[in-house]
Each structure stands twice: as C-alpha cells, then as structure tokens.
C-alpha cells in the first residue's frame, strides 16, 4: 500500500503582536565550549529585532538557533508556540526564512534561478511563485542581472540575491546574519528598509548587526549580547546607553539625539 506524504500546510497569517519566535533559557555549545548561557528572547509579528554586541557574544549563534538550525544543550525554542522539533523541515521552511553570513553555492545557477529556490516550500501555483519572484529581485533590486551567473556577482550583489531569496520564500519569520556586511551605504539602507516593510506587513525579523547605528534607527527593539548572555533588551532610546555600551564593546561611546529625527545615534569617543 502506497502511504501519501502530508503536505506541509502554511500558517495562519498573526496577530499583531503575537510571539512568533522565542528562545526560552537556550544553552548552546559549540565545540565542547558553552556560546549561549541561559538566553530567552522572544520576537513578535509587527516587529524588527535587531541582535547586536561585539565579536564572540553569541549573535550568529543565538539565530542559528532560533532557526532551528543549531540544537541547544538546554532550553527551547519555538516557533508558533510550538518547540521546533515538532515541526518538520516543509512546515519550517513555511515560517521561518534565514539568510546566513555567507551565500556560496557550487553549481553556476543564474540570479533568477537562485531566488527562485525561495518558492521550493511551497506546493506551488506556478503564478503566484512568478508573482513572488519578480518582487523579491524588485525589492532587492536584483531584477537587472536576473539572467547572469550567481558566481560571477560581486559580494554585494550575491548578498542582495541571497536577500531576494529569503523574500521570496514569503515565511513570517525573516532571521538574518549581517545581512548588511557586504553592502554600500545604498544597499545598506535599503535591506534595513525592507525589513522595517516586512514588520509593518505583519512579519517578526531578526537581524545580527554591528552598525550599532542601523540598530537604532531601524530596530524597534534591540537585544545586546554579551559573553553568551543578553545584558539588555529593550527599545534603542531605552538601552544604548553611552554607560552600558562602552562596557560592552570596552569602547567609550558617545550616545545622543539626532538633531533632525530625535533617533538615538551612537559613536566612538575620540578625543578631541
């Protein structure tokens, strides 16, 4: 007898406000070395979060986790309210979209061909997967060089690609590593845009940034990460503080109103 597999059903499109990703006490090691100690986060529809701290502190780790692509020792995650060992790969790729650090692939795909795999979760209606396709790469503004070789973009353009894709997949849940690392300062307005766009939408976004700048003017909250551990999590206004980040980053910073938008801004003390 022939057993039919069950086709992985999308969500229900959230409620504003609804937790659609968390981390409840996650512990991760890496290595035989504990990365996370503890850490509960939790993102909800209708907001961008943005996970910053300096290098080590357990950002990329944190999201590798939230995309259920890191197991942790202890704690949970869940997504939709359900730990993520209870989904399956196909209900997974429904709600949860993740852009890695790096976008390498080994076969000569084109642009279009690459953005294209975001539809690969979907059961598909050849329509609506054109549909989502030709408004990713318009998004990301990748539509130009659709027909090129991915391996012969440049860093910046593979990262927008890679970012089309994620769009393409249409999940409520956006996870992306340094989404803006590669980018010029163009480009790196325009992802951070887009992500604010896929929140006002509905969708729950969490973004690794350095740019402490980006954070605060992009975030609505921001969780700072420390050794493994969050040291604050809260709106931008509220958390970055000149005191608590110049012991985090053992940097000193200088933290003050933009003159024209009242957003936080923050930047290195250096000396007069």
Known sequence: MRLLRRRAVPPSPAEPGEVLVEAEGVQVRLG?????????????????????????????????????????AAGVVRINGRPVGEWSAPELALRRAVLPQAATLSFPFTVEEVVRMGR?????????????????????????????????????????????????QR??????????????????????????????????VVVVLHDLALAAAYAHRVAILRAGRVAADGPPGAVFTEELLSDVYDQAVEVFPHPRTGAVVVTPHRPA
């Open 32 to 72: 035989g070395r504990e990365v996370l100690h503890g850490v509960s986060v939790a993102v909800r529809a209708g907001e961008v979060l943005a996970l910053v701290g300096p290098n080590g502190a357990g950002k990329s780790t944190l999201l590798g986790a939230l995309a259920a692509d890191l197991t942790p």
């Open 120 to 168: 690969a979760p979907h059961a598909g209606d050849p329509v609506e997967d054109e549909i989502a396709v030709a408004e990713a790469m318009a998004r990301a503004e990748v539509t130009g060089f659709a027909p090129r070789p991915f391996s012969a973009l440049s860093g910046g353009e593979r990262a927008r690609v890679a970012l089309a894709r994620v769009l393409a």
């Open 171 to 204: 999940a409520p849940v956006l996870l992306l590593d340094e989404p803006t690392a590669a980018l010029d300062l163009r480009h790196q307005e325009l992802v951070l845009r887009l992500c604010r766009e896929r929140a006002h939408a509905g969708d729950a």
